[in-house]
Structures are given as C-alpha cells and as structure tokens.
C-alpha cells in the first residue's frame, strides 16, 4: 500500500517546479554570493531578485526582507531584539505558541530580561482580545505582543490587523509566527501593523532549510548572527543559495495558484470531516475549527479507549502519516500544550491531520476506513 501522508503541516513535498528551479544552483551556478567574480556575481543577483520576488509577493521593500534557515531562527531572531535592541520590557504573548516563541520568551524571562504574561483564551482557542488591550493598557513598560497568525495544531487564525492596531495604540512591539500562513494566505504587509513576520519555504512545497524574517523599515536592530557583511550586515554567514531561489519559486507557485488551490484544500477538509462525523462515534473537532481556521488543518479528537491509545502508531503501520501536534514535538509523550490549554476534557486522543494540493478525497476514504477497522 503507497504511504498516504496527511502532515503537511509538519512539511510539505518539494515542488517538482521549485526542484527544477533551485537544481542549476546545486550544480553550475554554485559561486559565492560574496565573490566579486563572475560567478559570484551570477549568485548575488539570483538572491536579489529572489528578495524582489517575495517583496512584491508580500506588499513589502525588498530591504524589509531577510532569508534566514527558518522560522525558529526568524522567530529567535525578533523577539531577543525586540527586548536587547527596541527597549521592549514586558512580553505578551499565549500559551498556544509553537514553541521556537514560547522557549525564547521563557528564556528571556528566567532570565530577568523582561516579564512575562500570558492573554487568555476564549472556549474555541482563540485571543481574548480585550484581555490583550487590557494587559497592553496596564503594562508600565514597553512591550513585545508576540502571537502566531495561525495555529499550528488547530488552525485558528488570528485577526493580526485588530492586534497590530491595538498594539499600534499602545507603542507597542508586534511580532507574528506567520509560518502557517505565509503561502497560503494573501499579505500586504503595507496595510498591515506589523514589526516583524516569519516563513518557511518547506511548508509551501519549497526546500527545507530556508526561511525569511520581514523586518518592518521604521525599526532598526542588531544582527542575531555575527561574522559577516551578508544579508545587508543582518545575518553572517554564506547565503543558503539554492534554498533562497526555492523559496521564491515556491511562494511564487503558491500566490499564481491560490484561489484554485485553496478552494480544493479546504475541501478536502470538509470532506474529511464530514466521513469522520458519519462513521466514527463520539468524535469531535479541537478549535474553531468551521469558521476562522486554516483551510489546511484539521485537529480531531478520539474518544480514548484501547483502541485508540496506540492511534498514530497503528495509523502509521497503515501507512498513514499524522501526528499528535507540533512535528518539533513528536516523539514525546507529553499531551499536546495547544490542546492542554484549550481542552480540559483529556479523556480524548487529539490527532492533527493537515492537507495539501497532493492529497485526494480517495486517501481520505481509505483514512477512514482505516480508522473504522483500528477503532
């Protein structure tokens, strides 16, 4: 039986056109970006014109732009000089945070570097908004809002234009963990109130190992990374070139084909969910799952029993790949922190399944029969 892979949040299959378009930079065009040759020169302009690629793409300068290895490096990155360089004291951020934000935040606060709070949550999982003006109107001290555009586990999205403007109103910092959302979700980052977004190649169907940090152009911070002129004396070290060039090509691909795209994702979501209400019992969907969520994620929980305790092992020798939550988190058996801090119902096995333009409604009907005959 051929594997059918349903974690594309995780990450996603190398595009075949983002393969052919990064291969001349693994094999002929391999220059320096920083040699003066021609060679090198070759390689300079193929990342400029990559940052071009993604500004426009973005609604940003091209100078805004800065190809990092990913999310975790771009995240890092932002909040350390949001605290180090922008006088930021206070951090506000969730509990639900992939953990590349909620690891560097803690740091920096056991660390007596700033403090720390937390925004409630409402019932569906997402920002209690008012709580957020709240502890933004209370805070003495400058602060960094630190909250994702969409959840990696349940796939809420949050409104970034209503939290940009209240931090706008409040002088505060806003950085967005936008890896969820960059390449499948339209930005303008001209109209929208943001200091600092992130993105990843390889949750688009680009390379692994290449990311991007938008840095707005009234703010101005340290390099994360020392040791070098590149990325305009931003980030140190040789530019991870072929990856740049797949990052432009695979967010290209993604825009030039996203309605069409979209649309059929998201069907293949309801469509699954709709086989899992009709055949298995007691089953139920984690987030706001029907209305603000992300057309690619489905989070499912299981009634727990013994048959369901060893789900994703058994979905697994099923050839079926899932997972309990983050992919940065697999392997442990801790329960999911997204789902301990908006389920207080534990007596449920949660499973994410995530969709790209690869699957097929025929890999979901052979999902759930699969699921009928393990449950």
Known sequence: M??????????TPLDKEVL????????????????????????????ENARKSVAKILHAHPSEI????????S??????????????KHIITSKIEHHAVLNTVEYLHHNKEASLNYVKLLPDGHIDLDDLENLLSKSKEKCLVTLMHANNEIGNITDIHAVGNLCKKYNAIFHSDTVQTVGHLPFDLRKTAVHFITGSAHKFHGPKGVGILYINENIKIKPFIKGGSQERNMRAGTENLYGIIGFAKALELATTNYDIERVYIKGLKDYMLEQLRKHIKGVS???DTFDKSLYTILNVSFPESERTEMLLFNLDINNIC???????????????????AIKKDHNTIAVRFSFS?????????????KLKTII
């Open 357 to 369: 333009k690869q699957n097929t409604k025929e890999e979901i009907d052979t999902v759930i029969e």
């Open 75 to 88: 995240s890092n990155t932002a909040i350390l000089a949001a605290i180090r360089d922008l006088g930021c």
């Open 285 to 287: 969907f984690n987030g």
């Open 2 to 11: 051929q594997r059918i892979y349903l974690d594309n949040a995780a990450t």
């Open 322 to 340: 899932a997972s309990s939550g983050s992919a940065c988190s697999s392997g442990t058996e801790n329960v999911s922190h997204v789902i301990n």
């Open 66 to 73: 800065f190809f990092t290895s990913g999310g975790t490096e």
């Open 20 to 47: 052919a378009a990064l291969m001349p930079y693994l094999t002929s065009h391999f220059g320096n970006p920083s040699s003066i040759y021609s060679y090198g020169r070759e390689s300079r302009l193929a990342i």
